[in-house]
């Protein structure tokens, strides 16, 4: 390997520390102040709760004065967020929806014009 790719790997291996600090309540690495870094991901956390009850408003009026916590401890069960604020959104639902806290959504009916083919 050389020195550029090693260089890389420990670079990568560094940030992957900083994201799980941040994302996923690993800990903190060194060169780090752990009051700063806990104000940055609760920062973080309070922006994806934001958008996913944007995204999915059924699933913050499910969780109702309860959002900030139920957010909170879907987060902690996860090691990474998912790839995306709209997978976010559903997988919380879904959390929700696993704890009794939403309803199954109700089944579509198949369209018109498919009922005249059955």
Request: without cysteine; proline residues 9%; positive net charge.
């Given at each position: ?32 102040d752990p009051a700063r ?70 089944r579509r009916r198949a ?8």
């Amino acid at each position: 390997m050389t020195d550029l790719a090693a260089a890389r790997r420990r670079l990568a291996q560094a940030q992957g520390r900083v994201v799980r600090a941040l994302v996923a309540a690993g800990e903190v690495p060194d060169g780090f102040d752990p009051a700063r870094l806990r104000a940055q991901a609760a920062s973080l956390l309070a922006k994806r709760r934001s958008v996913v009850a944007r995204l999915r408003p059924d699933a913050a009026e499910a969780a109702g004065p309860d959002l900030a916590a139920e957010f909170a401890a879907y987060a902690r069960a996860r090691e990474e967020p998912p790839p995306g604020y709209r997978a976010d959104a559903d997988d919380f639902a879904a959390w929700l929806r696993e704890r009794g806290r939403l309803p199954d959504p109700p089944r579509r009916r198949a369209p018109w014009w498919r009922r005249l083919l059955s």
